[in-house]
Nanobody, 127 residues
Framework: QVQLVESGGGLVQAGGSLRLSCAAS????????MGWFRQAPGKEREFVAA????????DYTDSVKGRFTISRDNAKNTVYLQMNNLKPEDTAVYYC????????????????????WGQGTQVIVSS
């Protein structure tokens, strides 16, 4: 059974930075596109970023472009989300997820494309 464990969340002031990590196990991590999603209180879970299995492509939602960077280390089975210049509207629970199909490129991302999820890590950005 796929296991994804996020860490690195916390409370930070606006303009600050956090680095989220997601440790993966029990599947062939290096074959799967990995994504980060977030869910703010009272809102739908939304796509944040994704990285292709070989890191050849990275995609971001418009609101985080230029501030967030997704990366991965296939030797460590870990995906990261570096978040800089954080804003109060970034406050949410952040989830990492693995694509349902290995070695698949998608032109856009939806929750339904990701079949395995972590438990989430809370990020709170104070103004």
């Amino acid at each position: 059974q796929v296991q994804l464990v996020e860490s690195g969340g916390g409370l930070v002031q606006a303009g600050g930075s956090l680095r989220l990590s997601c440790a993966a196990s029990r599947f062939t991590f290096s074959s799967y596109t990995m994504g980060w999603f977030r869910q703010a209180p009272g809102k739908e879970r939304e796509f944040v970023a994704a990285i292709k299995w070989n890191a050849a492509r990275r995609d971001y939602t418009d609101s985080v472009k230029g501030r967030f960077t997704i990366s991965r280390d296939n030797a460590k089975n870990t995906v990261y989300l570096q978040m800089n210049n954080l804003k109060p509207e970034d406050t949410a629970v952040y989830y990492c997820a693995a694509d349902t199909v290995p070695n698949t490129y998608r032109s856009s991302y939806d929750r339904a494309d990701f079949g395995s999820w972590g438990q989430g890590t809370q990020v709170i950005v104070s103004s």
